[in-house]
């Protein structure tokens, strides 16, 4: 099936840096999505793309839709501690029964902060 | 708002038992899911429901069932536990309503998980 790729599977950073993650497919997506997941709970949303190139801020987030529909980014300036995570991103094509049955989920990265 | 809550939050079975794992929200949202969540698997989708009284196959649907008899809830079944279905379920539900220009379906909310283990 289609995959989403993430990578590195980790990363470490230093507190007030920017760190940048991407997300690539072999399939064009209509919908990219950015989650993050604090440790002990579930998948929150961060920011949704609905439009190739679309460019879109969440505070200190800034996530975009590649232009060939088959990648998107995640920039995260000024970084904290409570960034601290698992960043998700995922990709969603048209649904024609419904239901979000074709989302397709990246596998991760762990992100780290050091004080 | 309590959003998607999941019972019980921690389970140790023995291999053979059986469990049902209990999903709720209050977001009246027509769509429902079971995700599992396995170190460097990512989540991926047992079962999910587009409303009461139906639901389909996800990715990974064996050695599961599942139930939706009514609209907030969406059970997910495990009628003999092996110890591969240890993991950390997750259940996630969205609205029907679509997106104008992508077609696609709103995005999914999750609940905070409940870990398993099968010994």
């Known amino acids: 099936g289609q995959q989403l790729n993430q990578s590195p599977q980790s990363m470490f950073i230093q507190e007030g840096e920017d760190v940048s993650m991407n997300c690539t497919s072999s399939?064009?997506?209509?919908?990219w999505l950015w989650y993050k997941q604090d440790p002990g709970e579930g998948p929150v949303l961060l920011i949704a793309l609905y439009k190739a190139g679309e460019l879109t801020s969440n505070g200190r987030l800034t996530a975009q839709f590649g232009i060939t529909r088959k990648d998107s980014f995640l920039n995260i300036s000024a970084s904290i501690p409570s960034d601290v995570g698992i960043y998700f991103c995922?990709?969603?094509?048209?649904?024609?029964?419904?239901?979000?049955?074709?989302?397709?989920f990246g596998k991760g990265i762990t992100l780290s902060v050091r004080p | 708002n309590a959003g998607v809550t999941q019972t019980p939050k921690f389970r140790v079975l023995k291999t053979g038992q059986s469990m049902t794992l209990l999903c709720a929200q209050d977001m009246n949202h027509e769509y429902m899911y079971w995700y599992r969540q396995d170190p460097g698997m990512g989540l991926r989708l047992i079962h999910y429901s587009v409303g009461e009284g139906t639901t389909a196959k996800g990715e990974v649907p064996d050695g599961y069932n599942v139930s939706r008899l009514k609209k907030q809830n969406f059970l997910l079944g495990l009628e003999s536990a092996a110890p591969s279905q240890t993991s950390v379920y997750f259940c996630?539900?969205?609205?029907?309503?679509?997106?104008?220009?992508?077609?696609?379906?709103?995005?999914?909310?999750f609940g905070n998980g409940t870990r398993l283990t099968v010994t």
């Open positions: 995922a990709g969603q094509r048209v649904t024609m029964a419904g239901a979000n049955s074709k989302l397709t």
């Open positions: 996630a539900s969205s609205s029907r309503a679509v997106h104008l220009l992508t077609r696609t379906n709103s995005p999914l909310h």
């Open positions: 399939s064009i997506f209509n919908t």
